[in-house]
């Protein structure tokens, strides 16, 4: 069962994390295990006191691990452990790493190039008289511009280490680009940031998620990798201000950050070449709003090759985007007593004026717009979709088999999954505009026997959050939604892998960079345990519910559960009961 297939409980949080949070920062001691044939690599080495960051603005709680140069003596294998033990120290581009490395490799290996995170301990094995390999099983990997990529389970990587005999001692002569940390170890090493991309029509800040070593080169980092562009699963999904280009975007090789607290960005002119007033503008906000979310940085200042950006000249300012737009306080639901729509807000539960008498129809999982004023809903037994207004209008959208409840954009479309049947993602207008057909949304990435069981939109309509069963297990994903140019939905991007717990039923967007995921509850003596997922990979799990069967999720962390009878709240990490003026069920923030 799923139940039984539930893997550990893990709250993979990392101490830092994203915008201004931040927390103090502890190292883990581990032992270093020494078997013969095998080597178990160490998990951390101690915090010492070491020199500052290469940046004085760097967080005063960012640790410095310092672990040992190679001790006299070492042989071969003592030397490979402390390398990637090493990977633990950047500063001074890994002078510590690089003190186990000798010839060009000193100078070629590249630590940037990519961090594999592993779940288990590695080990390394004498493959030819010079020549090692370190096995691991990967967690994740993140590439030199902060991307993470989760990897299937009992992902596995080797790496191929040689080595020459020097007058110090055995010393790495090759190795791969990149460096090598446990979880643990990552999640002190690095921290979450956000880039700030924006949705296709300019309206809505979308935030990419990277990993960035937590040094004072953070600014420059998150700069150079925004001007690289979005993710793959954002591509296509959402617009940068900034022309896609390989060469070098800015003028100097790191972004200085005074004690003030402002970023100076000074960009090379063709980044800017024939760029307008508005496409100015689009430029310093995104970098604006990416860096003033480092903890470093309180103003950015933007110039082209020493002369300030000029964003002005245009006909008018541009709107600045919207960054994680609110969901309100006011949920969309169906009232037992009545079998219609309800409204519930703090402990009252109302009619939603103007809709319909939908009651024969048997409403289920309604949606509603952030107007309050469209609706979605299905009917009992999950073959139809209907569309109401609060002008009176009903109307029949989808047919089909196992619907999925049914999510509304910001841009007015109700997006639903023929989950039992054809297994088409669909998108139907809420407004009867040109043909006012609804729309077959495709995902060429899907495999035979995958399909999607539960989609969300984000508040902004750049990304749905799916779960995706493959007929042996269920993953939770991430994709960006591509749209015509007149806003019409076409496609799904190969989507994001997120890490889950549990084989869930449904998900939800809680903000702009988490989701909650969770089971339902096969009877009411069920205990489900929902978690919180991050886009940056992390999860919590919160405390787990008898009889589960909902969940919902509002503005600043803001989550309601359901049973068959009850209402809960969490509050703190409990769920509360709430004393209702009159029952509701199938609660729904706007979305």
């Known amino acids: 069962s799923r139940r039984q297939r539930q893997m550990c409980i893990r709250d993979s949080r990392p101490p830092t994390s994203r915008g201004r949070r931040t927390a103090a920062l502890s190292a883990t001691l581990a032992a270093c295990l020494v078997l013969a044939g095998c080597t178990q690599i160490p998990q951390s080495s101690p915090v010492r006191t070491g020199e500052p960051l290469a940046d004085n603005r760097a967080s005063a709680d960012t640790p410095q691990f310092r672990p040992p140069g190679p001790a006299d003596g070492a042989d071969a294998e003592e030397v490979i452990r402390g390398f990637i033990l090493a990977g633990t120290s950047p500063q001074d581009d890994y002078e510590i790493a690089r003190e186990h490395l000798t010839g060009p490799a000193t100078r070629q290996w590249n630590p940037a190039q990519r961090t594999v995170v592993y779940s288990a301990q590695p080990t390394i094995t004498r493959v030819a008289e010079d020549s090692y390999q370190i096995q691991v099983e990967v967690d994740s990997e993140v590439d030199e511009y902060g991307l993470r990529t989760m990897a299937p389970p009992g992902s596995t ?163 600045p985007v919207q960054v994680d737009p609110p969901a309100e306080s006011v949920q969309v639901g169906v009232a037992p007593s009545t079998g219609g729509l309800a409204f519930f807000q703090g402990l009252s539960v109302t009619p939603v004026g103007g809709v319909p008498n939908v009651a024969d129809l048997h409403p289920a999982v309604p949606a509603m717009s952030r107007d309050r004023t469209r609706f979605a809903f299905l009917t009992q037994d999950r073959t139809s979709l209907y569309l109401a207004t609060a002008e009176g209008r009903l109307e029949q959208a989808v047919r089909g088999t196992g619907l999925t409840p049914p999510s509304i954009d910001a841009l007015g479309w109700a997006w639903t999954v023929d989950a039992g049947g054809s297994a088409r993602i669909q998108a139907s207008p809420l407004e009867p505009e040109g043909d006012g057909s609804g729309r077959v949304v495709t995902a060429p990435w899907l495999e035979d026997g995958e399909r999607i069981v539960a989609l969300r939109i984000s508040r902004g309509g750049a990304r749905a959050a799916l779960v995706v069963d493959d007929g042996e297990r269920r993953t939770v994903r991430v994709a960006g939604v591509v749209r015509g140019s007149d806003g019409v939905p076409a496609s799904l991007t190969e989507p994001l892998l997120l890490p889950s717990q549990e084989d869930p039923d449904l998900v939800e967007w809680v903000g702009d960079t988490s989701l909650i995921a969770s089971a339902t509850a096969r009877d009411e003596d069920d205990r489900v345990t929902p978690e919180i997922i991050d886009l940056d990979g992390t999860t919590r799990q919160l405390n787990p519910l008898s009889g589960l069967t909902g969940v919902s999720a509002g503005d600043r962390g803001t989550l309601y559960a359901e049973t068959q009878d009850t209402v809960f709240m969490l509050v703190g990490s409990s769920w509360r009961a709430q004393e209702l003026s009159r029952p509701v069920r199938d609660l729904a923030f706007p979305g």
């Open 157 to 319: 990587r080797a790496w191929e280490i040689t080595l020459d005999e020097t007058e110090q001692g055995p010393r790495i002569s090759a190795v791969d680009d990149g460096t090598l940390l446990s979880l643990s170890q990552f999640t002190q090493v690095y921290a979450p940031h956000d880039l700030v991309f924006f949705d296709q029509t300019m309206t809505y800040a979308v935030a990419d998620v990277r990993w960035f070593v937590n040094r004072g080169t953070t600014v420059t980092a998150a700069t150079r990798a925004l001007l690289h562009g979005p993710a793959p699963y954002l591509t296509g999904a959402t617009v940068s201000a900034f022309p896609v280009r390989s060469g070098t975007d800015l003028t100097h090789p790191a972004v200085p950050v005074d004690e003030a607290g402002v970023a100076r960005v000074d960009l090379v002119d063709a980044v800017v070449e024939g760029a307008d007033a508005e496409a100015r503008y689009r430029m310093e906000e995104q970098l604006r709003l990416t860096l003033t979310g480092l903890a470093s940085v309180n103003r950015v200042e933007v110039s082209v090759e020493g002369a300030p950006l000029a964003s002005s000249g245009g006909d008018a300012t541009p709107v």
